[in-house]
């Protein structure tokens, strides 16, 4: 597609439930990351896929937080038994590369809110 | 202490004034990114950049590599670009580190 696409634009889920985040990155795009975003704070980075490269999870706030991605493909992001501080943006992006060089493209993001 | 200072934090402008959004970093970067994000949500990259200055339309960015600083300034505003500003560095080759954003509101 022409940009980074994320489903569902919208996530309400009530607490204890699974969740499951969709990112579709730029076609030919090796780098991959997800970031969060709760009401009114910044951006905070949760993980990055490079390619086949194992991924840096280093941002993952606890373990009920997985994420997946096959190849340069689609990315699914994982949360499991949902907490009500778990209610944030969850944007993706993707970059020819590393962010070093190349510029990242946003999707629209998924507004998660748990209930 | 954030790595990363944006100032101010919210700014209001009559249309058509010139606008200066600053950021500033603690520790030596290689790269730069201003991040514009709408009232919905998206995020769009406006510029990435490692020295110098660049422009698209309206908009300018320039970088003091050595000062640690970074300006935004968009000429002749327009209540469209009432937005978030973000500076993000580049303090590793995996992750951006973010600015709290710079709220923009510019009035007809």
């Known amino acids: 597609g022409a940009g980074v696409s994320q489903s569902p634009s919208n996530k309400v889920t009530e607490k204890g439930k699974d969740v499951e985040l969709r990112c579709d990155p730029i076609?030919?795009?090796?780098?991959l990351y997800w970031y969060r975003q709760r009401l009114g704070q910044g951006l905070e980075f949760l993980i990055y896929f490079q390619g086949n490269s194992a991924p840096d999870k280093s941002g993952l706030p606890s373990d009920r937080f997985s994420a997946e991605r096959t190849g340069e493909s689609v990315s699914t992001l994982t949360i499991q038994r949902t907490q009500q501080e778990d209610s944030a943006v969850y944007l993706c992006?993707?970059?020819?590369?590393?962010?070093?060089?190349?510029?990242?493209?946003f999707g629209q993001g998924t507004r998660l809110t748990v209930v | 202490k954030n790595e990363v200072e944006q100032s101010p934090q919210n700014l209001t402008a009559q249309e058509g004034e010139f606008i200066t959004i600053n950021c500033s970093y603690s520790v030596g970067i290689s790269a730069l990114h201003w991040l514009q994000q709408h009232p919905g949500g998206g995020i769009v990259s406006l510029f990435m950049?490692?020295?110098g200055k660049k422009k698209h339309g309206r908009l300018i960015a320039t970088i003091n590599i050595q000062e640690k600083h970074s300006s935004l300034h968009i000429t002749a505003s327009h209540p469209r670009d009432s937005a978030v500003y973000i500076c993000?560095?580049?303090?590793?080759?995996?992750?951006?580190?973010f600015g709290s954003g710079t709220q923009l509101t510019v009035l007809p």
């Open positions: 993000a560095v580049i303090l590793s080759a995996r992750q951006l580190t």
């Open positions: 950049l490692s020295s």
């Open positions: 076609s030919g795009h090796t780098a």
């Open positions: 992006a993707s970059s020819l590369a590393t962010v070093m060089n190349t510029e990242a493209f």
